[in-house]
Nanobody, 126 residues
Framework: VQLQASGGGLVQTGGSLRISCAAS????????AGWFRQAPGKERDFVAA????????FYGDAVIGRFTISRDHAENTVYLQMNSLKPEDSAVYYC????????????????????WGQGTLVTVSS
């Protein structure tokens, strides 16, 4: 699975942004997907995950109630809708995919993923 993240940019505090992660259309794999983020000098943090079925989702504590992960199987794309953005949300956001688990599992740990995209930068100005 090849992943291409896009949609990052500059947004003001309180604003919204939607980033996307498109998987290669050649794949027929069933994969769970997730988003992680990494700010300069910090570790990569879990943001959100969604199962292949779309029925299981998990969120990091810092984004609960503000971010929503979703997926469109027809487009082979996973989305992260980010609302009420804060300066501390500024980071490079990485999408990841895993074909190691069943249809209803949504991994939350980096080591559970075997495919990674290149990242998209989100900057929230104060």
């Amino acid at each position: 699975v090849q992943l291409q993240a896009s949609g990052g940019g500059l947004v003001q505090t309180g604003g919204s942004l939607r980033i996307s992660c498109a998987a290669s259309r050649r794949t027929s794999s069933r994969y769970a997907a997730g988003w992680f983020r990494q700010a300069p000098g910090k570790e990569r943090d879990f943001v959100a995950a969604i199962s292949w079925s779309g029925t299981t989702t998990f969120y990091g504590d810092a984004v609960i109630g503000r971010f929503t992960i979703s997926r469109d199987h027809a487009e082979n794309t996973v989305y992260l809708q980010m609302n009420s953005l804060k300066p501390e949300d500024s980071a490079v956001y990485y999408c990841a995919a895993s074909d190691r688990f069943g249809n209803y599992y949504a991994p939350t740990k980096p080591y559970e993923y075997n495919y990674w995209g290149q990242g998209t930068l989100v900057t929230v100005s104060s």
